[in-house]
């Protein structure tokens, strides 16, 4: 049974209802962005080959260009159509995702009104949990408004609702298209302010600066801008920089202090808005992204409505490749205790290649611990209660924001249609740069405030695996810092706010030490390769199969570790190994290797050293067996320090220890 549709008038009950979701469209012309605001193909399931379920089984379809269709965006808002013209609006930002609207608030429905010009027909759909989609609503409009009130009950584990457009009997024009409910279920009309930490990017920062600036949807909840510049780029001097300061006037915030990473820099932002206090809600922004402002407006409605106080966040979408959703949602095993994507969600998805109405597995409601900072909605009120960001400088701030808020009574949403553009990390291996010490130091401090298993489940035991995995890999720098961090967290949560401001330098400096860590840009920097020996049978290793290969590899790559390497590896590499290719078990049994960083800029000498293996291995069996036995110890510390190392008044302390004296100042 399609569900009940009531037709209403414009003027019936205006006052006591609330935009809370805009049709919105593309107006830079960019391919790539286009799938996520229409749908021309209309693909659904039974349709194409529906078959197969999830991510990896996409439904391919062309993404048609706007003048092949008869259709022309004539504005942020509108579109004309020609005689014969349809589109869809079952599309990322142009859905209303329903389920969402029905779990977390007391809504019980929603209405759409759809204003034309022209003759046309109108059909709302629905999706349920299983990505099936069903017909609710058809009306032939004349022109004028067009009003349908669907009911949020059937949405209970997932779903979306949106319509299609078909112009049939001449040319049509959108003039607007909202989805709007009762007023009186918010708990607030709530206002925001934007905190952007930057580092070395004032390009992006301005770039950021005047998107939100500018937009006409953003001006009546965006009360202020607070960009906190940690870098010695400074944004001020960008070019732009002073014609949109001077537009912002004072919702313009700048704040200078020295570089206590990510984690510094929004604690900051969220001290600043607190402490303001004419804000209901801290955005926090990446620089280096770029917003849909409308995902921004659509997160304080949302957040309004939130039953109880709520968390916010965006999705990622790849700045590369604008069309490919990158993050929809993540959880941290507790077990493991690994921050990772909620199952079922692990692919990246392209909508150029499958649109939403085909694509099964996002029609399913996906609850989460956490949202990235590069987009996240913060209550106010939760950061007077539960405090500031953790003192990490980065990596796990933002997943253990998201716990402590949950474990205080307010949970992250990842809501459908806000999202941002962002470098995806796919290009990156930071587990093996200065970054490896922060992720290793604060999973452990993470895992130790949170982890709800004795000795912290499988976290000690993979820890170690990892160590030797890199050892095996010749990655000798990696494990310095990862051994460093280990050291540092026996040390007790003193260390946190102490050495925030100083302990980059010092990651640099231990890391520089490794020839491993010396990446060149030279393509000729270093001599061809030079085998002392061809592979045997003229097979270069491979990835295990099974466990006994497993096994088999990493005993053999193990022992290969204790030998004396060959002088002349010492000077020239054995192989050119692709950082694609560069694993344990072929690394293992080379003495020496020219390995391509993960952005392909790049190259550094790995060289086989056995005394740092053997000391390393045995510093690493040390510390883990010692941070084992003090686990209980060492988590009673952290866990009775965190209202203090988060609270407020400890990172003025900071904030006054790091400051910044500019030399024009």
């Known amino acids: 049974m399609t569900a009940p549709v009531t037709a209403t008038t414009t003027e019936e009950a205006v006052a006591t209802r609330r935009v809370v979701h805009r049709i919105v469209l593309p107006t830079d012309s960019d391919p790539d962005t286009l799938p996520l605001y229409i749908d021309f193909e209309m693909a659904r399931p039974g349709r194409e080959d529906d078959s197969k379920e999830g991510p990896a089984a996409p439904v391919a379809k062309k993404v048609t260009a706007i003048q092949d269709t008869g259709v022309e965006v004539t504005g942020r808002r509108t579109l004309t159509m020609d005689k014969g013209a349809r589109l869809s ?14 779990r977390w608030t007391d809504l019980t429905s929603v209405r759409l009104d759809v204003e034309v010009s022209g003759p046309a027909t109108i059909v709302v759909y629905k999706s349920n949990a299983r990505g099936e989609s069903q017909r609710t609503a058809l009306r032939a409009a004349a022109g004028g408004i067009e009003s349908f009130d669907l009911p949020l009950a059937p949405f209970g584990d997932g779903g979306w609702y949106w319509f299609d457009l ?8 959108l003039e607007r298209a909202e989805w709007s409910v009762d007023s009186s279920y918010a708990r607030q009309q709530g206002t925001v302010s934007a905190a952007i930490t930057t580092f070395n990017r004032p390009d992006y920062c301005v770039a ?7 937009d006409e949807g ?8 607070y960009v906190v510049d940690q870098g010695t780029q400074r944004v001020q001097d960008e070019d732009g920089y002073d014609e949109i300061a001077a537009e912002l006037g004072d919702r313009l915030q700048l704040v200078r202090q020295g570089n206590l990473g990510g984690s510094g820099g929004f604690a900051r ?24 402002p409308e995902g921004i407006l659509r997160a304080v409605a949302f957040a309004d409505f939130c039953r109880t106080p709520t968390l916010v966040g965006g999705h990622m979408f790849s700045m590369f490749l604008k069309s490919q959703l990158h993050t929809y949602g993540e959880r941290v095993n507790r077990y493991r205790f690994f921050w990772g994507p909620v199952p079922g969600t692990e692919e990246a998805h392209d909508f150029g290649v499958s649109n939403l109405s085909a ?6 409601r996906v609850d989460v611990d956490f949202n990235g900072w590069w987009m996240c909605l913060i209550p106010v009120e939760t950061v007077r209660q539960i405090g500031l960001s953790l003192p990490v400088f980065i990596k796990w701030d933002d997943s253990e924001f998201g716990l402590r808020a949950q474990a205080a009574g307010f949970p992250t949403v990842s809501l459908p249609g806000a999202a941002v553009w962002h470098v995806p990390w796919t290009d990156k291996d930071d587990t093996i740069d200065w970054q490896a010490y922060y992720h290793q130091r604060n999973r452990w401090l993470v895992s130790l405030l949170y982890s709800p298993y004795r000795g912290g489940g499988s976290l000690p035991r993979e820890s170690f695996a990892v160590d030797v995995k890199h050892l095996l890999s010749l990655q000798y720098s990696a494990v310095e810092l990862r051994l460093k961090a280990l050291e540092d967290l026996l040390e007790g949560p003193e260390h946190l706010h102490r050495t925030l401001g100083t302990m980059l330098a010092e990651v640099r400096v231990t890391r520089s030490q490794h020839p491993d860590a010396v990446i060149s840009k030279d393509p000729a920097a270093y001599p061809e390769t030079r085998r002392h020996r061809p592979p045997s049978r003229g097979r270069d290793p491979k990835a295990p199969s099974n466990i006994v290969g497993f096994g088999v590899s990493a005993a053999t790559g193990a022992l290969r570790q204790l030998r004396p390497v060959r002088p002349a590896a010492l000077e020239i590499p054995e192989e050119r190994v692709a950082a694609v290719a560069a694993r344990w078990w072929r690394l293992s049994h080379l003495d020496s290797a020219v390995v391509t960083s993960a952005d392909g800029t790049g190259a550094s000498m790995y060289i086989r050293d056995p005394e740092l293996f053997r000391s390393y291995l045995t510093r690493s069996i040390r510390l883990h067996r010692r941070a084992s036995r003090q686990w209980k110890k060492l988590q009673a ?9 988060t609270a407020q008044s400890t990172w003025e302390d900071t904030f006054a220890a790091n400051g910044v004296v500019d030399d024009d100042s």
Do not use: C
């Open 269 to 292: 932002g969220m001290r600043e808005v607190a402490s303001k206090g004419d804000s209901d809600y801290v955005l926090l922004l990446d620089d280096d992204v770029t917003s849909e």
């Open 208 to 214: 950021q600066m005047r998107t939100l600036g500018r």
């Open 218 to 225: 953003l001006k009546d909840v965006l009360d202020r801008i």
């Open 637 to 645: 510390q952290y866990r009775d320090a965190l209202p203090q190392f």
């Open 359 to 364: 694509t099964r597995w996002m029609h399913r």
């Open 89 to 102: 609006f079952a599309s990322y930002f142009n859905a209303f995702p329903a389920s969402y609207w029905r």
């Open 166 to 173: 078909y112009a049939t009997d001449g040319g049509v024009t």
